[in-house]
């Protein structure tokens, strides 16, 4: 029951909502990458990677000192379904923003 409770509370901000939705739609991303495309400070970001991470949604890679986002595969039955029903919101995606375009990063 407790890893059911932590998937329910993960989707309960609208924040990691779109988190979940930028990446699922975007693939794999760097942490510098979601700052720039969301315009977040790392920190705040970091928690609700962290949230989304913990609660069985995101996986993440480490490359060096980067950090890299993915979301989890296989997902079990609750998870697919849940980012299924996130994939038919109505959001508006910010674009995706490269930090290696903007040269903040080493990647």
Avoid at 17 to 24: A, E, Q, T
Avoid at 32 to 56: E, F, P, T, V, Y
Wanted: glycine share 4%.
């Amino acid at each position: 029951m407790e890893v059911f409770l932590k998937s329910v509370s993960a989707l309960n901000d609208a924040t990691r909502v779109l988190i979940l939705r930028f990446i699922d739609e975007n693939g794999e991303c760097c942490v510098c990458d979601l700052q720039n495309s969301l315009d977040m400070i790392q920190s705040r970001l970091s928690r609700h990677l962290k949230i989304l991470k913990d609660a069985g949604f995101l996986r993440v890679d480490r490359k060096g000192t980067w950090a890299y986002y993915s979301v989890r595969s296989p997902l079990d039955r609750f998870r697919l379904e849940a980012l299924e029903e996130i994939r038919h919101l109505s959001i508006e995606l910010p674009p995706f923003k490269s930090c290696s375009d903007s040269k903040e990063c080493g990647v």
